[in-house]
């Protein structure tokens, strides 16, 4: 039987607040309804409904009042989804000139009617890329997810200089203030300030910037030195 959009959404958004929750990178985060139902938009008595149907087919371990975790079933899915948004996405990049604030809704509207063949056209157009343009890994065609070595950039001591590996899309402001200040992926930055509530940025040879700590708090980087 055929998945449905909706599964397969629901599948992928478990998957990156898992990736991203609070931040915080790994599936040992908890996951509640209430931040599926803000990652999705959707109301909280929508994704209950939507979970126990999720639940029923074998995708998601959910108990009452507690986290949402993808079973074997699920990750598969959900790691499907992933190397077709994040191909996709690439794609649009690298062979039609996107931005990379640009590419996220199309990636997720294409995802879902792009065949297996198709995919794996791109790829092997692409030159089996292992990040898409906002530095996630995209999983190959086994499944396998590259692991890469990141902290937040919160936690960079100011001074110190680290390449920016990871960030995530779902904020286009972010995205659109970064590439005005040329801090995209394998840039290099120095970590000016740090406040509570603020951090200033700096890509070599450019003006120094500043963002919230919670924007900060999508910013995954490698250390340099």
């Known amino acids: 039987m055929a998945i ?4 397969q959404d629901y599948v992928k958004a478990i998957w990156k607040l898992h990736e991203w929750h609070h931040g915080k990178l790994g599936e040992d985060s908890v996951i509640s309804p209430t931040d599926l139902a803000h990652e999705t938009g ?3 008595s929508t994704v209950s409904g939507a979970l126990a149907r999720l639940s029923d087919q074998g995708f998601v371990m959910h108990a009452p009042y507690g986290g949402i975790q993808l079973t074997d079933k699920g990750k598969a899915l959900a790691l499907t989804m992933l ?11 690298c062979a039609l000139d996107y931005t990379w604030d640009e590419v996220h809704d199309e ?11 198709m995919i794996n056209r791109m790829e092997e157009k692409l030159g089996f890329p292992d990040r898409d343009p906002h530095g996630d890994p995209i ?4 499944g396998n997810l590259p692991v890469f070595d990141t902290i937040n950039v ?4 100011v001074g110190a ?37 603020t951090i200033t940025l700096q890509a070599d040879g450019c003006e120094a910037f500043e963002i919230s700590t919670t924007d900060a708090d999508y910013i995954r980087v490698t250390r340099v030195g």
């Open 4 to 7: 449905s959009v909706s599964t």
């Open 42 to 44: 959707m109301r909280a």
């Open 83 to 93: 190397r077709r948004h994040r191909i996709i996405e690439t794609y649009l990049v």
């Open 107 to 117: 990636a997720d509207a294409l995802e879902h009617s792009a065949s297996t063949m």
């Open 139 to 142: 999983p190959d065609r086994e």
């Open 154 to 157: 919160n936690l960079v001591p």
């Open 161 to 197: 200089r680290a390449v920016i590996s990871r960030v995530n899309d779902d904020n286009n402001e972010l995205l659109q203030t970064l590439q005005t200040h040329h801090a995209m992926i394998d840039s290099i930055i120095t970590v000016r300030a740090l406040t509570a509530d």
